[in-house]
Structures are given as C-alpha cells and as structure tokens.
C-alpha cells in the first residue's frame, strides 16, 4: 500500500535548537522537531497517522470517513481538511452535547464540509462497541472508520517516520500524548538506547500505558522497553488550562517566538522543562521535542 501525498506538504520537517538560559543551566539541549510546519491544514502527528490510513480508505473503495473527538480535537479538525483535499465526506462524532455558536476547531471542520453527530459521554465511551458502531451505520451508510485520535496500525507507520528524519544525535524524545499512537509508533522504531516519554494531556492518563503496549503488540508484535509516559502534567484535563499554563505559554513565545499550542503541546513542554529543572535528565543530554501541531484556538 502506497501512501497518499498531499499537496504542500513540508517534509521532512525541521529540526531547531531552542536558546534558552533555563536549559543551558541544566546541560541539557532542546531540538524542536517542528511538525506544526507539516502542512497548514494537516500538521504535524495528525498528517503521519493520517497518511497510510487514507490510503487504505483509497485502496477499500471507501467515500466515506467517520471518526471520533472531542469538541477541541485537532483531529476532527485534521480529518475534515484530509477529506476536503481527498474527496471523502466526513462524519464527525462529537463526544457530549452540541454547543453554539460552534469553537474554531468545529467550525473549522464544518467550513470543509465535515457532518457533525453528538454521542452523549456515557455512549461516548462505548464507541467501540459494534452496537454503536452499527446504529452510526444505519445512520450514515457505510464508511471507513478511523479511530479516536487516528492511532491505529496505519497511524503508528506514518508515526515512526518521524524518527528517521532526525539527523541530529539525541538521547530522549517527548511528545504530548492523548491516545498514545505517536508515542507508540516512535519508540518502536528507535535506535538503541534512546528512549521516549509521552506526556499525557488526559486526567488519569494511566491507561494510556496499555493504550501504549496494546498499540505496539497489535503493530508490532511486541512490546517496547524504551518509553514512559508522565501523568502530573494536564492542567486539570483535556482541553484544560490554568493561570500557570497560560503564563508558560506567554513567556514560551516571547522567549522563542513560537505561540504553543495549548491542548496537547504546551502540557508537554512545560512538562519538558519542569523536568528538567529538576535534573531528571544528566547534563549533557540533548533531547527532541516533537510539535505535533499550531495553535488553532484563536483562528477563523
């Protein structure tokens, strides 16, 4: 199965040294692997899970994608665009109850021609059962399903492509994690002795251990050692923030120009950071930060 190619993509995408007294105070190197910079539509994680499962929906014969998100889920918003470009119609199924006027990120996929569903949260949760599945069947013909987040099989091949276009010598890599494919797909694929932390965006994201080990097994056919995931660093939940996280994200550009992204990629960083400021990582360490996408909470 061939991957499909979008026009404009940025790849591979750049790898950046951030300047920041905290980290040289530390020892410790920061390279951004700027996958926000992918494609303006289509950024960053949300492109490689993407990637190998539009072509499946290619190869199947499909005309129809459905997936699952919350209200400020980047991938909602990645599918629509991915549909708009390909020619599929999209289905969206909303976790909870309609909201109007709609956010950036639901406008944005209903702009590009995104069909909006609601579950309420208790179906919500049972999304995988086949009786749900079924009952959206009846309700929107057939389709090809891509799961929450887009982490599947498929996702974790387009995922583990990130790490072969580090050209740069590293010790750790970190990425936000909300379902768990991107850290799943890069630590399966990474050179010896390096390891991967994913920083969960979630309120009691324990579960994303499994999530994780249940990715790789079924991709893979094994588990990885080399990867852990930090659990003290959701503000509160998805799509949560706070007064700290807001002051990070303001002192973070001024610093570095670079706006964060607040629902997955700020967590991470400012995750980043506290953990070094308390010397998790031994001076000398240089350490990739994956920037799985801009931020969209202000656009349109």
Known sequence: MSAVQAPGLHLPSPLTEIDDDRLSAAGVRVLLKR?????????????????????????????????FGGAYSNHIRAVAAAGKIFGFDTIGVIRGEEHLPLNPSLRFAVERGMRLTYLDRTTYRAKTNPTVIDHLRQQ????????????????????????????????????????????????????????????????????????????????????????????????????????TLRGFIDDFESRHGLRLEWVYVAKMMYGLFDLIKKRRFRSGTTVVAVITGPDFSTDG
């Open 140 to 243: 929107f013909g057939d389709f090809y399903l891509i799961p929450e987040g887009g982490s599947n099989a498929l996702a974790l091949r387009g995922c583990a492509e990130l790490v072969e276009e580090i050209d740069q010598d590293f010790d750790v890599i970190c990425c936000a994690s909300g379902t768990g494919g991107t850290l799943a797909g890069i630590s399966a694929t990474l050179p010896p002795s390096r390891t991967a932390i994913g920083f969960s965006v979630l309120r009691g994201g324990d579960f994303l251990r499994d999530d994780v080990a249940s990715l790789q097994r079924y991709a893979y056919g094994r588990v990885a050692e080399n990867w852990s995931i930090e659990t003290d660093y959701h503000f509160g939940g998805f799509a949560k923030t706070n007064d």
């Open 35 to 67: 996958d926000d910079l992918i494609h303006p539509e289509l950024p960053g994680n949300k492109w490689r899970k993407l990637k190998y499962n539009l072509a499946a929906a290619r190869d199947e014969g499909a005309h129809r994608l459905l997936t």
